[in-house]
């Protein structure tokens, strides 16, 4: 290619971060910034190629260095710089940062955040690209419709200026206080995320919304667009073509874009004139990334307001309790909207005791439905009103089993059940995706008898079918939405009143404004309340409470409004704290717990997981990482504690053994420490290892 070195005589060595694999990078001192000669009017954050081996690769320029890294081998140089304007310092801190935390290296992280196009496209054609759009933005651009802003409540006024109030301060003062925006869906929240992104764009500044998933980015998007019209707002979600995210990463990047709207992955977006970071439903697990480099968006988001000292707003009706012991700790302010707009009503809370069903003929399995639920969608249907009935299980029956012999549909490749699918009449494994027609007879002993044990939404519907004929009934999970534009369809019939009773996963809980539901039902809760994982109550609060919000929107419904729970633990304490309406009160119960039993936000956690064919050799590896991270922990305060390896629930998947092993300590610094240096002695275990096919650390764990 056309060398740096011909352009002009002057030249400087340059640290340049590529995207290197984990594994390589982190070889040596850990970093994957390697050195390369290039014009000395270069800058740092310029996206370049640069050759490494037979290839070129995309890469970052990092700094500038006196001498290389490695002064043995001969320079080689930077192969062409990209005409785009170089990454800020901002954004360069930000990768240094989740790189460090996260224990990846600053190339992986560059590599994550910068779209695929401008990693892998040749330099020509990225041009010409660049060039299109530049011509774009010139044409005159389409006015904002329809959508003014509301006469504010006072509790949203009140918020609106608690989350501007940092704007005015001046320079020299503190990095404002992260705001918790706590209110119920239809509390009005998303008015002040509009309202308060006006001000700062009226300010020549940009926002960033941070949405947890990408089936609710639409109708975010397309109240932001309304506001402000399309061509100031862009987005980045992992539906979009390989062509769209690269112009509207590079809308956001060179400034034309005011708004970026995404899913996790935009925490790592190029927004030079950031002024308000919103994270909406801050506490939804998908803003943490659960493979490669494992982050966290909100928490990245965070860092980036403190960075750059600009506000951060996170909203939300069930907070996670990370944000919400910060809160409490008054190390992030709380704005509170405590009633929704139009109506003040909670829907009443009914809780069925699913042991104490009717008497039933003897060897009668127990029904989907109790039958108070079932009279009360009766009446639903004869009044015209809409129901939801929540069951966070997809497919038909969750394992198959042969009545005379016991064999069951065990996935070959997983420790797990394949779930048996009757719309394709199939056993598909969640884990490994390893999909078969299902058998006519038991593959073991030929008996035609083979039984669907326990019930997903595909058997739910099909009860429901049958006890209410008459009714409409629509399922909507990740089984019904696999095409393109599928779950807009199904929405949309629900909007248009063409559906009486709605049964989905966790998928139709959140977000969706329902105009016409009336009664939301949890078909099986209990697996949160007892699960191995420590999240698991936390998490289904969050999801009752969001469904509970979907009862009753129109207020002209809401003195109707009903959330039953089927449960065999209708005493449980949780039920209650959700029939109060009391998230206070149960958090607090719930940090109690988790005080007591040293687990997050009171201690912080890392998990180093591994998998290989064989689990004696993984947890060899374990054992060995083990020693080394005490060797280390040992000289630390406070010093971190390292458990012994254990499997995880699922712990072989498609043929790989799992092991993990925990890490945990009061101090996060302390954790920390531990962590940089240990990632080295990883690197040198896993080559004497040759059992293991992988490793990888989770800091700040979900599960464990
Ligand atoms: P959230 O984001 O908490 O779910 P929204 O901001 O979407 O709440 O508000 C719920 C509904 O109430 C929306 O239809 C919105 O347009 C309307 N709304 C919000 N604030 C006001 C207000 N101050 N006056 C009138 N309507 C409002
Ligand atoms: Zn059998
Ligand atoms: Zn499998």
């Known amino acids: 290619g056309d060398s740096a070195s011909d352009s002009d005589g002057k030249l400087a060595c340059w640290g340049v971060a590529v995207d290197l694999p984990a594994h390589i990078a982190l070889g040596g001192d850990g970093a994957s910034v390697l050195s390369y000669r290039g014009a000395a009017e270069l800058q740092p954050g310029q996206l370049v190629r640069v050759p490494l081996g037979a290839r070129e690769v995309s890469g970052v320029v990092w700094e500038r260095q006196d001498t290389p890294a490695d002064a043995s081998v001969v320079l080689r140089d930077i192969a062409a710089v990209l005409p785009v304007p170089p990454m800020t310092a901002d954004w360069c801190q930000r990768v240094a940062f989740a790189a460090r935390y996260y224990q990846r290296s600053q190339g992986e992280i560059a590599s994550l955040a910068l779209p695929p196009q401008m990693r892998q496209d040749a330099v020509d054609a990225i041009a010409r690209r660049v060039q299109r759009w530049q011509a774009k933005t010139g044409a005159a651009p389409k006015p904002a419709q329809l959508e003014a802003p509301r006469t504010l409540t006072p509790e949203q006024h009140e918020a609106l200026a608690a989350v501007l109030q940092p704007l005015d301060a001046s320079a020299d003062s503190p ?35 941070l949405v947890p998933e990408i089936n609710l980015t639409p109708q975010l998007l397309a109240r932001f667009e309304a506001r402000f019209g399309a061509h100031q707002v862009a987005s980045q979600h992992s539906a979009m073509t390989p062509a769209q995210r690269a112009a509207h990463w590079w809308r956001a990047h060179s400034g034309h874009a005011r708004v970026l709207l995404g899913t996790r992955l935009a925490v790592l977006a190029s927004l030079p004139e950031v002024g308000l970071i919103i994270v909406d439903e801050e506490h939804d697990p998908s803003y943490k990334q659960q493979d490669g480099a494992r982050y966290s968006a909100r928490d990245l988001a965070v860092v980036w307001g403190h960075l750059r000292r600009v506000p951060v707003v996170l909203g939300s009706a069930t907070p996670s309790l990370e944000t919400w012991q910060q809160v409490q700790t008054g190390r992030y302010a709380c704005a509170t909207l405590s009633q929704r707009v139009g109506s003040d009503a909670w829907p009443a809370v009914r809780v069925l005791d699913m042991d104490r069903l009717p008497p039933r003929a003897q060897g009668t399995p127990p029904p989907a439905l109790h039958p108070d639920l079932q009279a009360a969608l009766a009446d639903r249907l004869e009044r015209g009103e809409q129901s939801l009935l929540l069951l966070n299980r997809r497919g038909y029956a969750p394992v198959l089993e042969c009545v005379s012999c016991g064999w069951k ?19 598909r494994c969640h884990h490994c995706s390893f999909t078969e027609r299902v058998p006519r007879a038991c593959p073991d002993c030929g008996d035609q008898d083979i039984q669907p044990i326990g019930r997903g939404t595909e058997r739910l519907q099909e009860q429901v079918q049958q006890s209410l004929p008459q009714a409409r009934v629509l399922r909507i999970d990740a089984d019904t939405t696999r095409s393109q534009g599928s779950l807009a369809e199904q ?150 504690t390292l458990y012994p390896p254990i499997a995880p629930p699922v712990a072989r998947v498609a043929n790989l053994e799992r092991r993990q092993m925990l890490l945990e300590c009061a101090s996060r610094q302390a954790l920390q420490h531990l962590l940089a240096q240990w990632r080295a002695r990883l690197v040198a275990l896993k080559a004497q290892h040759r059992g293991v096919q992988r490793w990888a650390l989770d800091v700040d764990p979900q599960g464990i």
């Open 491 to 640: 929405l949309a019939a629900v909007h248009a009143g063409e559906v009486d009773i709605l049964i989905g996963t966790q998928m139709v809980a959140k977000g969706h404004d329902f105009r016409r539901i009336t009664l939301v039902a949890a078909i099986n809760p209990d697996g949160g309340l007892f699960s191995g994982d420590f999240r698991a109550p936390e998490r289904l609060f969050a999801l009752l409470m969001q469904a509970a919000g979907r009862a009753g929107r129109d207020a002209a419904h809401m003195a109707r409004a009903e959330m039953w729970l089927q449960t065999h633990h209708p005493g449980h304490p949780l039920f209650a704290a959700l029939a109060a309406h009391d998230y206070a009160a149960h958090a607090a119960t719930l940090l109690d717990e988790r005080r007591a039993a040293g687990l997050p936000p009171f201690m912080h956690l890392a998990l180093l997981r591994a998998e290989g064919r064989e689990g004696e050799a993984v947890e060899a590896f374990l054992r060995d990482a083990r020693e080394a991270g005490r060797e280390i922990a040992a000289v630390i305060q406070p010093a971190p």
């Open 409 to 427: 549909s065990a996935c070959p490749h997983c420790s797990a059940w394949r779930v048996f699918h009757l719309g394709d009449r199939t056993l």
């Open 175 to 209: 990095a404002p206080r992260p705001l918790l925006l706590f209110g119920v869906t239809g509390s009005g929240k998303t008015e002040v995320y509009l309202q308060a992104s006006q001000a700062v764009l009226d300010r020549g500044q940009q926002v960033l919304v």
